[in-house]
């Protein structure tokens, strides 16, 4: 690659040995580095071209101006980054991408400048008043625009507005000025016609102005350059681009600019140009041998027949360049007019591109030449004798329209050549003359078939057809599904793609309008990028997953062909939402499924629907809805362990239910999931104490747990072979008690809870930690109680007590030694019911402290259970600075995590001291 800076513009030059080899695709990156693909919309809006040189290789120009140049401070430089993404054309290795800077150095300019490119105009001139700051151009929720429309009606637009009519505007404050490009394609564009036949001038009249501030008139007038051939000469003509020019200004100079750089009048003459400045119009000619401006044509000859287009027209899909497809021009020529006004002597400037000719040496008889430039076909017939007059032209062959009425692509220019002319269309595919036809895939076929009707000397029409041409480009873009899960619904993002006239949108298999949007909960918005968001309660989020204590929702969508129904892009998305209470796991292993949606096919044979064991089919089905009744022993259910918690899961394939041509993405398994805890459970007449168990004994019908935790978030429990369980003194002991019930109406109360030496709870030696429910006041460290809460593990918070000590030993009060029995922790627990809390039994006797609220469980009163807990074990002997003593007792300490139990001495009667020189009592 070379650049070159130049006059008004930047030069990319791409080799021609490089595009021999490799398909190319260039992309422009904005000031977020975002990678943007040349079209024509954005050249015609942004200041860019693309041409194949006269050497077969590729030029960028890029106007200094353009959307992504940018003025860098420090060095004054103007910079754009380009991409370049280039295939093998022969695909022998992946595709690549170089990234590339290039800059030019920045010029100031206080002139008005007008460029007439052949696809925009573009408008430039000084920002007012840039030195204070406050009344620059810079609000856009206050620029206004007032515009001329074809027939002299002027209206006021805003920014939005110009933006969406592919109208770009620029304020530089860095570079100090205003610039406005507008495509020629744009509807603020009027056209005039002025002077001979075939010789029209492009207007239009465009106001910038900001609320009580300045004003910019952006208005401007571009001449259509009429080129004729004249005794072996190119000349090209235009009128003067401002009307104005003629009374209140004063012309300066005409230069020309050859391949963006202005050549100086000496170099204009020994070049070979000869440009003039008439009353009305400016003109430039040239020896058409010395300076030719031609089209690329096929080997064959000027007309390109169709077999050759259906041949060269697939390549890759993104691909700019097609060696036959795009202008070649040996050079780029562009008139330079400058100008003073009389009254203020600002500097004006415009630079009026010349297209390129149609002019030969020889003369042919007429025929018809169709090539494909970007996106268009490009149709000439000639030479046509002077004495015949354009009256109708078609691409179709059925719809005609005249000449100074044509417009969308059908709008011909006549090309004038001695004592002929040549006409020349651009019509643009997938226009309403050029209509996209799909072949499948991401391949699109065009065709035009060109229709001229003449009128000869003798006032008869003459109808002249051309072959039907066929263009197959690989140009489809399918639409981009994104998921993703928002408050209380399942959504996607959606971009659209470049044939969307082509799909349906579907919501599972049901095709989505803007009339279910009510039935189905659902939103959706016409724009190009939009957001589809279904609600939780919509029948079209299906159960991906259901369990006591979440439930996950599944939603699909997916674009089909609308003529085949043919999955073109489609997506998945599940989100978890809060239970339904469709799913109910009892405490005797029953699973109850009600009313679970597997799928949104009004055609699905629900009754087919299983279990992972085939014989266990639904329970019952209504609108759409299955259930099923099992337990966690049959039905092909599956267990697995997740520590002291066992998992239950089946699944309902719902594929049972389709039809066997369904689509994949129709298909998916519904889980059914259960957790349970792992209790011990004993009976009302064990006596027995296993030691070293880690979840405790229980009696009576419930299970019960007495867990020590092995965390401050109460989340692992000591397991069994990790008792008894090690610890030093003083160390935070956490303990949990739980019960196993899925009544939400019970709540589980710790009466008592103390510690013994031995497993035994009625053991001589014993140390309360919780009396009724409460910590113990005469205690200098109090126990700590710990909220519940929700989790995955705990679905019913009220099943659930939590509290906190420190490790403790016992000592001889006449050796100071420790003793080396292990401990043991007990409590009895009550199971109260919500409705009431003034049963007796159930009402804490502590105000503080509220861990009780309820009524007994059974109507004659409360229940007692005693549970016991695993050993608790001390590591190493008590340092002497932290021994608490006593001269005649046993001591048992006690410290809680919280500051929970003061020290405790045992003896064969309790008495309780603090210090080792204070006597105890």
């Not at 007038?221 to 004063?250: F, I, N, W, Y």
């Amino acid at each position: 690659m070379r650049e070159y800076c130049l006059t008004e513009s930047l030069k990319i030059e791409i080799f021609k040995p490089f595009t021999d080899v490799n398909n190319v695709t260039l992309f422009v990156r904005d000031r977020k580095y975002t990678a943007h693909a040349l079209s024509a919309h954005m050249n015609a809006r942004c200041g860019y071209k693309l041409l194949v040189n006269y050497n077969g290789g590729l030029d960028f120009w890029v106007s200094l101006t353009a959307c992504h140049m940018y003025l860098q401070k420090p060095s004054k430089l103007l910079r754009i980054s380009v991409s370049v993404l280039y295939v093998p054309s022969d695909l022998s290795w992946p595709a690549a991408t170089e990234h590339m800077h290039f800059s030019c150095p920045y010029k100031p300019s206080s002139e008005h400048r007008v460029v007439c490119e052949e696809a925009y105009i573009e408008v430039s001139q000084p920002l007012q008043g840039s030195s204070d700051k406050s009344k620059e151009l810079g609000n856009e929720s206050q620029q206004r625009f007032d515009i001329r429309v074809p027939g002299g009606k002027t209206v006021t637009r805003n920014l939005a507005w110009m933006s969406a009519h592919g109208i770009w505007l620029r304020v530089d404050q860095p570079a100090s000025r205003i610039t406005v490009r507008v495509p020629l394609s744009s509807r603020i564009i009027s056209r005039e016609k002025e002077g001979h036949r075939g010789y029209r001038t492009v207007e239009y009249h465009l106001v910038v102005k900001q609320k009580d501030a300045f004003q910019y008139n952006m208005s401007a007038q571009c001449p259509v350059v009429l080129v004729m051939c004249q005794d072996g000469r190119v000349v090209s003509t235009a009128s003067l681009p401002l009307q104005a020019l003629r009374k209140e200004v004063q012309l300066q100079a005409l230069r020309l600019q050859l391949d963006g750089v202005t050549l100086s009048q000496e170099e204009m003459v020994t070049q070979g140009f000869t440009p003039s400045l008439k009353k009305q119009d400016v003109q430039l000619s040239y020896a058409l041998v010395a300076n030719p401006l031609t089209d690329m044509v096929s080997e064959e000859g000027s007309v390109m027949p169709e077999n050759d287009l259906r041949q060269c027209s697939v390549f890759y899909v993104h691909v700019l360049v097609w060696k036959a497809n795009i202008s070649v021009n040996r050079h780029h020529l562009a008139l330079d007019l400058t100008w003073t006004t009389q009254t203020d002597g600002q500097l004006g400037r415009a630079i009026i591109h010349i297209p390129s000719h149609s002019c030969r040496l020889q003369q042919r008889d007429p025929t018809f030449t169709v090539s494909v430039t970007e996106k268009a076909f490009k149709v000439t017939y000639g030479p046509v004798p002077l004495t015949y007059s354009l009256l109708a032209v078609s691409v179709d062959g059925v719809f005609f329209q005249s000449p100074d009425e044509a417009q969308d692509g059908l709008e011909p220019y006549l090309l004038l050549e001695d004592n002929f002319y040549y006409v020349s269309l651009l019509t643009h595919f997938a226009s309403q003359w050029i209509p996209q036809k799909y072949l499948g895939g991401l391949t699109s076929q065009y065709s035009i078939k060109p229709t001229l009707v003449f009128l000869n000397p003798d006032d008869e029409e003459l109808i002249v057809e051309g072959e039907e041409y066929i263009y197959i480009h690989e140009d489809i873009v399918l639409p981009r599904l994104e998921g993703y899960c928002y408050s209380q619904a399942v959504c996607f993002n959606v971009t659209s793609g470049t044939a969307d006239h082509l799909w349906l949108f579907y919501v599972w298999d049901s095709p989505f309008t803007l009339n279910r949007s009510n039935d189905l909960q659902s939103s959706q918005s016409l724009a190009r990028h939009y957001q589809f968001c279904v609600n939780q309660d919509s029948p079209d989020l299906l159960h991906k997953s259901v369990g006591e204590q979440e439930q996950i929702l599944l939603l699909a969508v997916a674009f089909r062909d609308r003529s085949t129904g043919e999955v073109k892009v489609w997506s998945h998305q599940a989100c978890s939402f809060p239970p339904a209470h469709e799913l109910t796991c009892s405490v005797e292993g029953v699973v109850k499924v009600e009313g679970v949606r597997v799928s949104s096919s009004p055609t699905a044979r629900l009754e087919l629907l299983t279990l992972l064991d085939p014989t266990c089919q639904p329970s019952e089905i209504s609108y759409g809805k299955v259930s099923f009744v099992f337990t966690v022993d049959t039905c092909g259910t599956v267990k697995r362990v997740q520590g002291d918690v066992a998992v239950y899961e089946n699944k309902v394939h719902n594929e049972k239910s389709l039809a066997k041509d369904t689509p994949e993405y129709l298909k998916f398994e519904s889980t059914l999931v259960c957790y349970y805890r792992i209790p011990v459970l004993s009976s009302k007449s064990s006596k027995r104490h296993r030691l070293g168990v880690p979840l405790a004994q229980a009696q009576g019908n419930f299970q019960f747990h007495m867990n020590i935790m092995k965390d401050e978030a109460f989340s692992v429990a000591y397991q069994t072979g990790e008792y008894p369980v090690l610890q030093w003194l003083q160390q935070p002991v956490r303990v949990e008690v739980g019960m196993q019930s899925v009544d939400p109406q019970v709540e589980l109360h710790l009466q008592d809870c103390w510690a013994t030496p031995t497993p035994e709870p009625k053991h001589r030696n014993t140390w309360f930690l919780i009396k009724d429910g409460c910590d113990v006041k005469e205690d200098e460290y109090r126990t700590v109680f710990h909220k519940v809460r929700l989790s995955k593990r705990i679905r019913f918070p009220q099943h659930y007590k939590r509290f906190e000590m420190k490790t403790f030993a016992f000592i001889n009060p006449h050796s100071q030694e420790l003793l080396r029995h292990p401990i043991y922790l007990h409590c009895t627990v009550i199971i109260c019911e919500l409705e009431t809390a003034n049963k007796k039994g159930c009402k804490a006797r502590c105000v503080r402290d509220q861990q009780r609220g309820g009524r007994s469980f059974r109507s004659r009163g409360p229940s007692e259970f005693l549970l016991t807990s695993g050993s608790i074990q001390l590591l190493s002997e008590v340092p002497a600075s932290t021994a608490l003593l006593g001269e005649k007792a046993l001591v048992l300490m006690l410290l809680s995590v919280m500051s929970i139990l003061s020290s405790l001495v045992f003896l064969s009667i309790f008495v309780t001291c603090r210090g080792g020189t204070r006597k105890c009592k």
